[in-house]
C-alpha cells in the first residue's frame, strides 16, 4: 500500500496534536483510508527549540519551499498560522496538485475564495475543518450533513476565550478588566487579547461559516463586529434578573435571499440552550427551513480537539486519494449576494437607560419608542441608591434595526430626560 505522505507545516499546538493523532490512531486512520499515513517532513521556525513532541530532528526543517515543492509529498498540513506564507506555501502546493487541510481561519476569511478557486482549478480538496469551532464538525455539518436543507440562521458562540470572560462575569459578578487579567494569567486568554475580546476571531469564523451556510461569498468587512470589552457587571447581572445571560454571539441571518451577518454581545434568553454554553465550549445553532432547529457543541480549541478535525479532514483526502477524486471537497459558493439593508434586519432590544427621577420621564421615553414604530415588550425601573438617576430596563418587541437606530438617536437628544443610554444589546432566543 503507497503511503499518503504528509508535509507538515508547522509544530506548535496544534501541530503536535497533529504528530500525537497520527502516530497513536494509525491502526484506524490505516483501515478507513486504505492507506498508512506518513507524516515526511516538518516546518517550524526555529531548529533548536525544545519540544514536547517526539519528532526526528531529520525531519524537521526551516525552508517552506523544502515540503511545498517536495514531489513525494501528497498533502500540505499547514498549521503555521498568519496569512502571507501560509497563503504562498498553500498557493503553490495546489498549483502542484496537491491536497490541502488548514486550521487557518484568517486565511479562510480573507482569501478562502481565491484559495478554493485555485483548488478547483487543480482538481484538489482544500479542507477546513478545524478552521472554525476548532474541535466541532461544523463545517462537514454544513456542507455534507445539512446540503439538502436551506440554512435561514446561525448562531455561534465561537470564540472560547470572550465565553470564558463572560460566563466568569456572570457566575462571579466581576467586573470585565478583572476576569480578562486572570483569563492571561491562566493562558486562556493571549498577552494582546484584541482579536478575542474585540470580536475579531469570531468575525472570521462567521463569515467562513455565513460563506458554507447561505452558498454566498461573505466578505470579512460585511461583518458587523462589535466585540465585550464595554460589557459591565451590571448589564450581565441586570440581564440575568431578566431572564437573559449575555453571550457574545455571531449571528447569521438569510431571508428571501438577502444576508446579514454579526458579532455582538447579546442578551440570550436563559431558556436557549445557547445561554448554558460555559467556559471555553463552543457551540453553533442552525436552523434550516426543512431541519428545523440543530445545535452543535463542543471544544472550540486545543491541541487535541482541533487536531482531531484535521486529522478527520486528512481521512477524507486520503480517501480521496484512493480513487482519484480528490477536488470533490471544494464547497465553491455559488448564489449572488444580496445583503440586507438595516430596514429588513428584525431584532428585539435591551436597553439599560440612566434618566432623571422625576415626573413625565417614563412618558417621553416611551412616546419616542412609539414615535418610530418600536413596541415595547416591557419596562422595569430599578432603585439604586448609587445612583442618583433612576435605572430603567427596556425590553422591546421585535424591532427594526433602522427605527431603532432612529430611537438611539433621539434618546441621545433628550438630555433633559436621559442621562446616558448605558447600553444596547440585541436579544435573541
Ligand atoms: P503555534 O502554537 O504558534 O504554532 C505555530 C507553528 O508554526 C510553530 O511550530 C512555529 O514554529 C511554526 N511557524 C510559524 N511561522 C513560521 C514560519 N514563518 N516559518 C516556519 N515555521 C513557522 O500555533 P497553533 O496554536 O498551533 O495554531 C496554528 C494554526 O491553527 C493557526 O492558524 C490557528 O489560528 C489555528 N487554530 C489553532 C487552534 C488552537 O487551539 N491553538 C484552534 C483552531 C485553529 P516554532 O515552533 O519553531 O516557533
Ligand atoms: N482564540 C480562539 C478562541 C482560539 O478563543 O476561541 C480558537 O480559534
Redesign the pocket.
Known sequence: MKPIKVGLLGLGTVGSGVVRIVENHQDDLQRRIGAPVVIEKVLVRDLNKARNIGVSPQKLTDDPWSIVNDESIDVIVEVMGGVGLAKECIMAALEQGKQVVTAN?DLMALHGGEILHKAAENNCDVLYEA????GIPIIRALAEGLASDRITKMMGI???????ILTKMSKEGAEYSEVLKEAQALG???ADPT??VEGL??AR?MAILGTLGFRMQVDLDEVDVRGISKVTKEDILYGKRLGYEVKLLGIAECQDGGISISVQPTMVKQSHPLASVNG?F?AVYVYGEAVGETMFYGP??GELP?ATSIVADLVEVGKNLQFGVNGRYVFLPYKEKQLMSDERIISKYFLLLHVEDKAGVLAQITQTFAKHEVSLESVLQQPNPDNPSAEIIIITHDAVKSAMAEVMKDLSTMKDVVNEIKSVYRVEG
Open positions: 481561519k478552521s472554525v469551532a476548532g465561537v470564540n472560547g476565550t470572550t465565553n470564558y486562556y486568554a493571549e482579536s478575542d476571531d469570531a469564523k471555553v463552543n472550540g480549541a482541533t
